[in-house]
């Protein structure tokens, strides 16, 4: 019996080692079946997770950066702006200026609200400026600090000292305040002249306060010699216009910071954005360091500035005046009318004259005579040389009178058959005009003087010569122009009209001297007569 069932289980054990033995055979052929469909199929022979693990340990290596040689020029051109802008930004500061505003008393307001207090406002400016010697002079605009009773200048390197002014040019928008500091980086001051449209630049200073200070943009000089309306501190017909403009970014705030070419010296003090909203809009505007240099010089040394003058209002010449007087080209400036005890009128000069040079320089442009006549010392005699009608080329000696307060020192001015009408108007189609003469009761309708004369221009034909050139009644902003001589002639009627525009200068060109009440003045325009 015991026999029988040992011999059963040792049977029963081969049995079940053989089904484990087919069993393993099977695993191992699947096995071998499944590696040899992966060949087949080319899958992956690593799980998603060691994929994951790999692909996480790759992100973490540094990868290095191809060496690109076309590139190599741009970080050159990197690393020189770097170096520029750490050599230069330690010059720049921050300015805050305040101003309290007085509040007004009501009379009686205690007496209902005893704990009513008015308290004065406190007006807080922000700009900027910049270094221009290590014993804490400092350069900035005179609309950042105008009217300002606290003035505190903050350095590079933290440091914030109370300023004191030194002087104020309003008619450059120049300002010199001085620090008690030590260790100060003056920058290095440029050449504006040699300045080239097309440079590259920096604006370096502190747009919109106090988040952004020091803040650096670049971009190229735009333009140079603009002229700009409606600045902040500046009389017109005497302020210096000759801005260098550029595209770098410039913001409120950036108003009296450095504008620097790329050997890090200042070309420019930045001064102001044409924009429609007050912030930047492609167009920021500069001083030329030139300029600001004669102003600077004068009030360290004595407080204020004194300028030279001639006495006489001017505008850049027009293709039509250079062809009126012969010249070969465009330039030179046209002498609109004079200013009272004008030295320049005592010595001959005529109004319509065009100043072409003066001494041994070549007249280009109105901000350009105004800095050479400007700057000059009052009594000093200078040689001016004028062109006039007819190619005629006259120089006259004329003896500088000091700029006050009234006169100006050469200051920019802002400035076919003909039919009958029904209500006495004339239309003089070789102007493209409608005129009418200004009687006695008309000038006091017009709130003019009563002793005015001339033609009265009631209207302006688009398609004519006079088209922006004259403005008629009915112009709101720069109306009514008023003609009152023709090639020197006095005119009062269309009659005396018709009959002066008969003796046209060159080239159809006729000379008009026009009175505009509400633009300051008298001018004088050129303008190309239509064939009649």
């Given at each position: 019996m015991h026999l029988r069932n040992r011999k059963l289980e040792d049977g029963s054990m081969s049995a079940r080692t053989m089904n484990w033995i087919k069993f393993g055979g099977l695993v191992a052929l699947a096995f071998a079946l499944g590696l040899m469909f992966a060949g087949l199929l080319d899958l992956p022979h690593r799980s998603s997770a060691q994929e994951r693990g790999n692909l996480r340990t790759a992100a973490l290596?540094?990868?290095?950066?191809?060496?690109?040689?076309?590139?190599?020029?741009?970080?050159?051109?990197?690393?020189?702006?770097?170096?520029?802008?750490?050599?230069?930004?330690?010059?720049?500061?921050?300015?805050?200026?305040?101003?309290?505003?007085?509040?007004?008393?009501?009379?009686?307001?205690?007496?209902?609200?005893?704990?009513?207090?008015?308290?004065?406002?406190?007006?807080?400016?922000?700009?900027?400026?910049?270094?221009?010697?290590?014993?804490?002079?400092?350069?900035?605009?005179?609309?950042?600090?105008?009217?300002?009773?606290?003035?505190?200048?903050?350095?590079?390197?933290?440091?914030?000292?109370?300023?004191?002014?030194?002087?104020?040019?309003?008619?450059?928008?120049?300002?010199?305040?001085?620090?008690?500091?030590?260790?100060?980086?003056?920058?290095?001051?440029?050449?504006?002249?040699?300045?080239?449209?097309?440079?590259?630049?920096?604006?370096?200073?502190?747009?919109?306060?106090?988040?952004?200070?020091?803040?650096?943009?670049?971009?190229?000089?735009?333009?140079?010699?603009?002229?700009?309306?409606?600045?902040?501190?500046?009389?017109?017909?005497?302020?210096?216009?000759?801005?260098?403009?550029?595209?770098?970014?410039?913001?409120?705030?950036?108003s009296g910071g450095p504008l620097v070419n790329t050997r890090g010296e200042v070309i420019g003090i930045n001064s102001a954005i044409a924009s429609e909203t007050g912030f930047y809009s492609g167009y920021g505007f500069a001083i030329p360091i030139n300029l600001v240099t004669a102003v600077m010089n004068q009030l360290i040394a004595t407080g204020k500035v004194s300028r030279a003058q001639l006495g006489i209002h001017i505008e850049d010449a027009t293709a039509n005046d250079a062809a009126y007087v012969g010249l070969d080209s465009v330039y030179g400036v046209i002498i609109q009318n004079f200013a009272e005890n004008s030295p320049a009128k005592r010595a001959g000069l005529q109004e319509g004259d065009v100043i072409i040079r003066v001494d041994d320089r070549v007249v280009t442009h109105t901000a350009q005579l105004q800095q050479l006549i400007g700057f000059r010392?009052?009594?000093?005699?200078?040689?001016?040389?004028?062109?006039?009608?007819?190619?005629?080329?006259?120089?006259?000696?004329?003896?500088?009178?000091?700029?006050?307060?009234?006169?100006?020192?050469?200051?920019?001015?802002?400035?076919?058959?003909?039919?009958?009408?029904?209500d006495g108007r004339a239309s003089i189609k070789a102007l493209g005009v409608d005129v009418q003469a200004l009687t006695p009761q008309l000038a006091e309708e017009l709130q003019l003087e009563a002793d005015t004369r001339g033609l009265l221009v009631t209207e302006v034909d688009p398609t004519g010569p006079a088209w922006e050139q004259l403005f008629p009644l009915d112009d709101r902003q720069n109306g009514p122009d008023i003609i009152q001589a023709v090639e020197g002639k006095p005119v009062r009627t269309e009659g005396d009209l018709r009959a002066a525009l008969k003796e046209a200068g060159p080239n159809g060109i006729v000379s008009l001297r026009v009175f505009n009440p509400r633009l300051g003045g008298s001018r004088i325009e050129r303008l190309r007569l239509e064939s009649r």
């Amino acid at each position: 019996m015991h026999l029988r069932n040992r011999k059963l289980e040792d049977g029963s054990m081969s049995a079940r080692t053989m089904n484990w033995i087919k069993f393993g055979g099977l695993v191992a052929l699947a096995f071998a079946l499944g590696l040899m469909f992966a060949g087949l199929l080319d899958l992956p022979h690593r799980s998603s997770a060691q994929e994951r693990g790999n692909l996480r340990t790759a992100a973490l290596a540094p990868v290095q950066a191809p060496d690109i040689p076309e590139a190599r020029s741009l970080g050159e051109i990197s690393n020189a702006f770097a170096a520029l802008v750490a050599q230069v930004r330690p010059s720049v500061v921050f300015i805050k200026s305040q101003r309290t505003e007085r509040a007004r008393r009501v009379p009686g307001m205690e007496q209902f609200f005893p704990r009513f207090r008015q308290r004065p406002e406190v007006e807080q400016g922000r700009g900027s400026g910049f270094i221009v010697s290590r014993d804490g002079y400092i350069l900035t605009n005179n609309h950042v600090i105008e009217g300002a009773e606290q003035i505190t200048v903050g350095l590079f390197d933290k440091r914030e000292f109370r300023a004191r002014v030194v002087g104020t040019d309003p008619l450059t928008d120049v300002a010199v305040l001085k620090i008690d500091a030590d260790h100060l980086q003056p920058a290095a001051l440029g050449n504006s002249d040699e300045v080239r449209v097309g440079e590259w630049v920096l604006a370096i200073g502190n747009p919109l306060g106090d988040a952004l200070t020091f803040t650096v943009t670049s971009g190229i000089v735009s333009a140079k010699g603009r002229r700009l309306q409606g600045l902040p501190s500046r009389d017109l017909r005497r302020s210096i216009h000759d801005f260098i403009q550029t595209d770098a970014a410039i913001n409120p705030g950036n108003s009296g910071g450095p504008l620097v070419n790329t050997r890090g010296e200042v070309i420019g003090i930045n001064s102001a954005i044409a924009s429609e909203t007050g912030f930047y809009s492609g167009y920021g505007f500069a001083i030329p360091i030139n300029l600001v240099t004669a102003v600077m010089n004068q009030l360290i040394a004595t407080g204020k500035v004194s300028r030279a003058q001639l006495g006489i209002h001017i505008e850049d010449a027009t293709a039509n005046d250079a062809a009126y007087v012969g010249l070969d080209s465009v330039y030179g400036v046209i002498i609109q009318n004079f200013a009272e005890n004008s030295p320049a009128k005592r010595a001959g000069l005529q109004e319509g004259d065009v100043i072409i040079r003066v001494d041994d320089r070549v007249v280009t442009h109105t901000a350009q005579l105004q800095q050479l006549i400007g700057f000059r010392r009052p009594g000093e005699t200078v040689k001016v040389t004028v062109a006039r009608k007819g190619g005629l080329r006259k120089t006259y000696e004329v003896r500088l009178a000091e700029l006050t307060e009234e006169p100006e020192l050469a200051a920019a001015d802002t400035g076919g058959g003909d039919d009958d009408t029904a209500d006495g108007r004339a239309s003089i189609k070789a102007l493209g005009v409608d005129v009418q003469a200004l009687t006695p009761q008309l000038a006091e309708e017009l709130q003019l003087e009563a002793d005015t004369r001339g033609l009265l221009v009631t209207e302006v034909d688009p398609t004519g010569p006079a088209w922006e050139q004259l403005f008629p009644l009915d112009d709101r902003q720069n109306g009514p122009d008023i003609i009152q001589a023709v090639e020197g002639k006095p005119v009062r009627t269309e009659g005396d009209l018709r009959a002066a525009l008969k003796e046209a200068g060159p080239n159809g060109i006729v000379s008009l001297r026009v009175f505009n009440p509400r633009l300051g003045g008298s001018r004088i325009e050129r303008l190309r007569l239509e064939s009649r």
